[in-house]
């Protein structure tokens, strides 16, 4: 048998990763990288889950969801990225502090 | 240990390996390239994870859909000369500290799996999950399609009034 009770850990590792992606790097890009490194965490755990009732696929249609969610996020993300390029030449999120008081 | 078990560990360590070099990596291109490895290795541990279903949308849609609109999200949004990929970090010591503290509170309280959980699904596991989808969740489906129809046009509505510049 296989060892699927190694798969949460990866998923907490995952997670972690993404999270710090999201906190330390200094680019729009790579935080919205370290947003699909999260949510695909998230879907790994679904998936190592669901092994654990073999009879219902709650786990895997739940993963189909939230990859569609992951995929609107990702376009609307970057057009916005794009906009604010355009308009700040930066894509350095501090950077952007108009509205800062 | 057989052929199978090895793999299965060789993916989870490829899968580890690569996000932990995105992080660490200073490259946004370099960045996406990682990711990507991490994406397929998540997509292998699916297959034998006996979720081919899963497998099969994760290459197409993450390896094959939002690597390319973040590529291609890189290349319009880096100036051509100068040293345009390098990313600069900050609140190095406070993110380490958040990822860190998660992580180890993540893994202290993770319930204990047992090893050798069966098989998920019957070798007609696509054909399972069609009719799970169109029979008894179909108002899910539905409103996940109004979802992306909703950002499609709002991503069109966004980017649509850039000036292209020369």
Redesign the interface.
């Known amino acids: 048998?296989?060892?699927?009770?190694?798969?949460?850990?990866?998923a907490?590792?995952?997670?972690?990763?993404?999270?710090?992606?999201v906190?330390?790097?200094?680019?729009?890009?790579?935080v919205?990288?370290?947003i699909?490194?999260m949510l695909?965490a998230s879907?790994?755990n679904l998936?190592?889950?669901?092994?654990?009732y073999?009879a219902e696929?709650h786990g895997?249609?739940f993963?189909?969801?939230v990859?569609?969610?992951?995929?609107?996020?990702?376009?609307?993300g970057?057009?916005?990225?794009?906009?604010v390029?355009?308009y700040y030449q930066s894509?350095v999120p501090?950077e952007i502090a108009e509205l800062k008081g | 240990m057989n052929g199978v078990t090895i793999l299965f560990y060789f993916f989870i360590i490829l899968a580890g390996v690569s996000a932990g070099a995105i992080v660490f990596s200073k490259n946004v291109f370099k960045s996406a390239l990682f990711l990507l490895v991490s994406l397929l290795s998540v997509a292998a541990l699916y297959v034998l994870s006996f979720a081919e279903f899963l497998a099969v949308a994760q290459i197409l849609i993450y390896a094959g859909g939002i690597l390319v609109i973040i590529i291609f999200g890189i290349m319009l949004t880096t100036k051509i000369s100068g040293r345009p990929l390098v990313v600069e970090n900050t609140h190095i010591l406070s993110g380490g500290i958040a990822g860190i503290s998660l992580f180890i509170l993540l893994t202290r309280f993770l319930p204990s799996l047992p090893s050798g959980a069966t098989s998920g699904l019957q070798p007609e596991d696509i054909r399972v999950i069609g009719l799970a989808i169109f029979s008894r969740y179909p108002v899910p489906f539905e409103v996940a399609g109004l979802l992306l129809l909703i950002a499609l046009v709002g991503a069109a509505v966004v980017t649509s009034h850039l000036k292209s510049k020369a």
Not at chain 1, 23 to 30: E, P, S, Y
Not at chain 1, 47 to 52: C, D, I, K
Not at chain 1, 78 to 83: G, Q, S, W, Y
């Open positions: 048998m296989l060892p699927f009770h190694y798969l949460p850990y990866l907490a590792f995952l997670f972690c990763a993404g999270l710090i992606i906190i330390v790097k200094r680019n729009a890009i790579m919205l990288l370290g699909e490194l695909n879907n790994l998936v190592a889950f669901n092994q654990q073999p696929l895997h249609i993963v189909l969801f990859i569609i969610v992951a995929v609107s996020e990702a376009a609307v970057l057009a916005i990225v794009l906009r390029y355009q894509s501090d």
